[in-house]
């Protein structure tokens, strides 16, 4: 190549790089240090967390991310759900706002990214555009969402999809929804007056661990979800006869506890039976009395069934209550299914995913389209406007556990993705 082919070349890169600025990019030790810090709220020693929502570890973290929402220039308030809402206006205040966030209460000996991850990004992403001092046209909203462990609380609230029934349900916390909801400066009776109307925001964006081992596996940097499952959760109750173990001839027991016994083992084999990437599981169980020279005379368990298609579970559903019911004739004990919660499949939306991508191939950054399995808050937004998510490879496809973990690096892509696709999608969304 000749010199003046040369300096052609080196003009067309020029030009190409003023075309394509450099993205904006998050600040990696401020956002390490503030995970860092919250994993002291609620800490195990095995280096995990218990953070229960409603919990003195959940308000202890609480206060400590309204802080860092003041110092990124956020205005933040706790609606009557008991969400944490960090408000900073836009230039045209006729629009929606642009909402994203997560959560920061934890399953029991939990890990430190299963939402603190969602949480801490978006008060950097928002710390970022004001030290940038970047005028965004829509109004934005740092979302730190209520008991979102156990079961979607705060955002089902918003949404409209929380039934009042469920706010006598008792947390993990031993404290009802409705008197959680009041310890953290919420007001249960007035959950009429937050909910949104769909069309009232302008779109929502989630940052989460992946909870799996498909990016990992497949050195993905960045997942593109393009829809969430949907699940339905019930109590399980069989009744059978409590009597003396030693004294009970085995042809003379109503054993409550073998009734449960062959519960679980159905729900695994009907659940397998059908074509696709549908899940159940029992993952809770408590047998009365409990002794060990007692024949159990009543068993509570929990059902959960997810999976893309709604049809699919009720389905399930239908031939699993079926073979309890005949499991129950042959064991001489009744079953009763009580509904917990239903939570419908979300799909995401094509200008998010498109944003999210966009902002990964700007990056440098890898990715993939992949649906999630877990539940998340974005699915109930996904019911009041445009709704992205973007996934982190999870080291080992470990969640809810304190050997959840995510690089350093995979940590600072998400949040630089996270920060892409919102100044992204202030642009595009209508």
């Excluded at 004001?130 to 829509?138: K, M, T």
């Excluded at 960045?222 to 339905?232: A, K, S």
């Excluded at 999976?307 to 009720?314: E, F, Q, R, S």
């Amino acid at each position: 190549m000749g010199q003046a082919d040369q300096a052609a070349a080196a003009a067309q890169e020029r030009g190409r790089q003023q075309l394509s600025p450099i993205p904006p990019t998050v600040n990696a030790e401020r956002l390490h240090g503030r995970l860092a810090a919250l994993s002291h709220c609620g800490r195990t020693a095995a280096g995990g967390v218990t953070r229960l929502a409603y919990s003195d570890a959940d308000r202890e973290a609480r206060a400590l991310v309204m802080d860092w929402m003041r110092e990124a220039g956020l205005a933040p308030s706790v609606d009557f759900a008991g969400n944490i809402i960090g408000r900073r206006a836009g230039a045209d205040a006729s629009r929606g706002p642009l909402l994203f966030g997560s959560h920061v209460d934890s399953v029991p000996d939990g890990g430190n990214y299963d939402g603190p991850l969602g949480t801490l990004a978006a008060i950097e992403t928002a710390a970022v555009i004001a030290e940038q001092g970047r005028a965004l046209r829509h109004p934005i909203e740092v979302v730190v969402w209520s008991n979102e462990e156990g079961g979607l609380f705060g955002s089902r609230a918003v949404s409209g999809q929380l039934p009042v029934r469920e706010l006598q349900n008792v947390s993990r916390s031993g404290k009802t929804v409705a008197d959680g909801i009041a310890s953290i400066g919420g007001d249960p009776a007035r959950l009429d007056e937050i909910r949104r109307d769909t069309g009232a925001i302008a779109g929502y964006l989630e940052l989460h661990i992946e909870q799996g081992a498909i990016l990992e596996q497949s050195h993905t940097d960045i997942g593109v979800v393009e829809g969430i499952v949907g699940l339905r959760e019930w109590n399980v109750t069989i009744t059978g006869a409590a009597n003396h173990g030693g004294t009970t001839p085995m042809d003379e027991r109503r054993d409550a506890l073998l009734s449960a016994a062959r519960f679980i083992e159905m729900v695994n084999r009907v659940v397998r039976s059908v074509p696709g990437h549908q899940v159940g599981t029992v993952g809770r169980i408590e047998a009365t009395p409990g002794a060990v020279n007692a024949i159990a005379g009543l068993v509570v368990c929990s059902l959960e069934l997810r999976d893309l298609d709604t049809a699919k579970i009720d389905s399930l559903f239908a031939r699993i209550r079926g073979e309890a019911r005949r499991i129950g004739e042959s064991d001489g004990t009744t079953f009763a299914f009580a509904d917990l919660m239903t939570g419908a499949p979300a799909p995401s939306d094509p200008r998010m995913r498109e944003a999210i991508a966009q902002s990964a191939d700007a990056l440098g950054l890898s990715w993939r389209a992949m649906p999630s399995g877990a539940g998340h808050d974005a699915q109930a937004m996904a019911t009041l406007g445009p709704m992205g998510m973007i996934f982190v490879p999870s080291v080992g496809g470990i969640s809810h556990s304190p050997r959840e973990y995510s690089t350093p690096e995979a940590v600072v892509n998400g949040a630089n993705v996270l920060l892409g696709a919102l100044l992204a999608a202030d642009r595009e969304l209508p």
